[in-house]
């Protein structure tokens, strides 16, 4: 098994039955193996003037008359290779539900009512030691039709860009102990050994005083960068 | 064998059903401004202006209506242009469109076609996320009206599912489309790669 192979294995299988989306959404023939035809090829990089002022503070980046309900929380944490390089200048995008656990998306029909103050969607790119920070309101679990009485656990949803094409990553970050977790088919897909990489640490020693509590949640994406420096 | 040095990846996540409100903001019209979008160029970019247009379709040979898609090519000349917005160079060569907006489920990338790139096919790589995809998907998309079969990956592809990697050419309503779809099961089953 060479290392690529065991990379591999911290990563969900694309057919999951007990997600059930998966049965007529995941491939069914073997992935070709490309990686030498694509390996030295770029994904862009964004420069500082994409993002606005507070695209990393969804407690601000749409906030109408009040502050938004919620227990405020600061996310935060590395982008590397998986040498443990730091990842300058990657995008990172986020998006969640609000406090009570609903997404403001239109198609959403969960009874838990919107914040008028609260868009739910953020975006950073990480400084020259890879790092990333947002401040924003824990998310609240949610039902969805997957099976009887099916919950997600809290999340949030993060979109990473790096620099390289193999980097491209989607994931979902948890928050520690949660009690979803035995029974959420999404993150049971990922291998056992693998499921603590998708959720943060509580990290009393970051927290804001007074202000806001502190998760740390680190991104480790696929392959080796050229170009840690421009 | 273990490499003790590598750190262990980041395991990939579902996309989800509600991605648009960040990711795809503009285009679902949510307020929020977007980054990535649709178009690959700008008005003034060099090259053949073409669309690329299609559907993803699951095992059941329904239209999939909460997929997105990004899109990444090089320019006109065969070059990947990485600095994004450029401020020298109007094209972009980077977007995402979901395939909720329009009432057939269908993306629709504004772009130019690319050069080729080393010795390679003129070809648009493809990323591909949706609700029931718990890591993304990789494809190409290569051009009917080229010359596709001295290209190494393209000829790594067993023989009989080459076609499902190339875009069909159509003049429509004065513009040039390439149709392509992608299947993610069936007789059609679209070539994925693995990186």
């Known amino acids: 098994m060479n290392s690529n192979e065991t990379n591999y294995n911290v990563q969900p299988p694309h057919l999951y039955p007990e997600y059930k989306s998966t049965i007529f959404r995941s491939p069914t023939k073997p992935l070709m193996m490309v990686k030498e035809y694509l390996k030295d090829l770029s994904l862009p990089a964004f420069g500082e003037s994409a993002i606005g002022k507070f695209d990393n503070d969804l407690t601000k980046n749409a906030r109408k008359n009040h502050d938004p309900i919620g227990e405020r929380i600061k996310v935060s944490g590395k982008v590397m290779d998986e040498y443990g390089r730091p990842l300058r200048n990657v995008l990172v995008e986020i998006w969640q539900a609000n406090a009570a656990g609903r997404y403001i998306h239109k198609e959403e029909i969960h009874d838990a009512p919107l914040d008028p103050n609260f868009l739910g969607a953020g975006r950073m790119l990480t400084d020259n030691e890879g790092r990333y920070q947002f401040f924003t309101i824990k998310p609240g679990a949610y039902p969805w039709g997957n099976h009887f009485n099916a919950w997600r656990p809290n999340h949030i949803h993060f979109s990473v860009i790096g620099h390289q094409f193999q980097h491209r990553l989607i994931t979902q970050m948890y928050f520690p102990g949660d009690p979803l977790f035995e029974f959420d088919p999404i993150f049971q897909s990922v291998p056992k050994h693998a499921r603590e990489l998708l959720i943060a640490k509580f990290r009393m020693d970051w927290t804001e005083p007074e202000f806001a509590l502190a998760y740390e949640f680190n991104i480790v994406l696929n392959g080796k960068s050229k170009t840690p420096f421009e | ?195």
Not at chain 2, 153 to 175: H, M
């Open chain 2, 1 to 195: 064998m273990m490499d003790s040095n590598k750190l262990q990846l980041t395991p990939s996540q579902t996309v989800g059903p509600f991605f648009a409100y960040s990711l795809t903001a503009e285009q679902y019209g949510y307020n929020y401004n977007s980054i990535i979008n649709g178009s690959l160029i700008n008005d003034d970019t060099e090259g053949e202006q073409i669309y690329i247009t299609g559907n993803v379709f699951d095992g059941n040979g329904n239209t999939i209506m909460d997929a997105m898609i990004e899109l990444w090519q090089a320019d006109a000349h065969g070059n990947y242009i990485t600095r994004y917005p450029t401020a020298h160079n109007t094209f972009k060569g980077f977007g995402r469109l979901g395939t909720g907006t329009d009432a057939a489920h269908r993306f629709t990338f504004k772009t130019i076609k690319p050069g080729a790139v080393n010795g390679q096919s003129p070809h648009i790589n493809v990323i591909l996320f949706m609700r029931g995809s718990l890591h993304q998907l990789y494809t190409r998309i290569y051009f009917s009206d080229e010359i596709n079969d001295t290209d190494a990956l393209f000829n790594s592809v067993d023989a009989e599912r080459r076609q499902t990697l190339i875009a069909q050419r159509k003049e429509v309503n004065g513009n040039t489309e390439y149709h392509f779809n992608i299947y993610m099961q069936g007789e059609n089953e679209t070539v994925f790669f693995h990186l």
